[in-house]
């Protein structure tokens, strides 16, 4: 899966790290011909960790922005890395991916955070609740009459920027909601966020696993 997520990341990108605590991951990247770095166990979140490589990477490669991937999404596109690359060409701090929700199932699913965005695309506030309210409308035609987005959990960052938010205690708005990002909005950093049609599987479970083989067995093309 490390090896999936690695060769579609480098179709778009001069050069990619797999950041780990685990050996057998350290090993298994290089037995590839990947490249990998190692990390400390003690991260609270993915975006520490990166930040930890990036320092470290930053002592022999220089680079402006850096792009975090969650290893297990093996079916990651390169336009999709592409299109946070394109949000530095504006005021961006940090990038992010959101996509069109098409139904009232998966907008009041409470584990599929939202997003409203400004006319730029610029992040306005993230919730595990359907934002924003229609009012007077019954909850099943809501998506209907108002455009609402999911949001996609790849970020870019300034490589400045990544290591300033590393630094950042847990906001409030991120202890109600569980979302990371707010504590970036709570203190000031803009988002800019870019639309993707593509959904990808998180692999968490033997679950999600069954789900991505099914994928496969239904004649993904990669592009």
């Given at each position: 899966?490390?090896?999936?997520v690695?060769?579609?990341?480098?179709?778009?990108v001069d050069k990619?790290w797999?950041?780990?605590?685990?050996?057998?991951i350290?090993?298994a990247?290089?037995?590839?011909?990947?490249?990998a770095?190692?990390?400390?166990?003690?991260?609270?979140?993915?975006?520490?960790?990166?930040?930890?490589?990036a320092?470290?990477i930053?002592?022999n490669?220089?680079?402006?922005?850096?792009?975090?991937?969650?290893?297990?999404?093996?079916?990651i596109?390169?336009?999709?890395?592409?299109?946070l690359?394109?949000?530095?060409?504006?005021?961006?701090?940090?990038?992010?991916?959101?996509k069109?929700?098409?139904?009232?199932?998966?907008l009041?699913?409470?584990?599929?955070?939202?997003?409203?965005?400004?006319?730029q695309?610029?992040?306005?506030?993230?919730?595990?609740?359907?934002?924003?309210?229609v009012?007077?409308?019954?909850n099943?035609?809501?998506?209907?009459v108002?455009?609402?987005w999911?949001?996609?959990?790849?970020?870019?960052?300034?490589?400045?920027?990544?290591?300033?938010?590393?630094?950042?205690?847990?906001?409030?708005?991120?202890?109600?909601?569980?979302?990371?990002?707010?504590?970036?909005l709570e203190?000031?950093?803009?988002?800019?966020?870019?639309?993707?049609?593509?959904?990808?599987?998180?692999?968490?479970?033997?679950?999600?696993?069954?789900?991505a083989?099914?994928?496969?067995?239904?004649?993904l093309v990669?592009?």
């Amino acid at each position: 899966m490390i090896r999936w997520v690695y060769e579609n990341v480098i179709k778009a990108v001069d050069k990619a790290w797999v950041a780990t605590d685990d050996e057998r991951i350290f090993r298994a990247v290089e037995d590839f011909g990947g490249k990998a770095i190692e990390t400390l166990s003690t991260h609270q979140s993915g975006t520490d960790r990166c930040a930890e490589a990036a320092r470290k990477i930053g002592e022999n490669f220089d680079f402006d922005v850096v792009i975090n991937v969650q290893g297990d999404e093996p079916f990651i596109q390169a336009k999709q890395i592409e299109l946070l690359k394109s949000c530095f060409s504006t005021d961006a701090d940090i990038a992010t991916l959101i996509k069109k929700i098409d139904s009232a199932e998966e907008l009041f699913n409470p584990n599929r955070p939202k997003v409203v965005i400004d006319n730029q695309k610029n992040a306005l506030y993230f919730s595990r609740s359907p934002i924003p309210f229609v009012r007077g409308t019954e909850n099943e035609n809501w998506v209907s009459v108002q455009t609402f987005w999911a949001h996609i959990g790849m970020y870019a960052f300034k490589k400045e920027v990544l290591q300033q938010i590393s630094k950042l205690n847990q906001g409030e708005l991120e202890k109600a909601e569980s979302l990371e990002q707010l504590r970036w909005l709570e203190n000031g950093f803009n988002i800019k966020t870019a639309v993707t049609e593509h959904q990808g599987i998180g692999i968490d479970t033997p679950a999600d696993l069954e789900q991505a083989l099914q994928y496969l067995r239904n004649n993904l093309v990669f592009e």
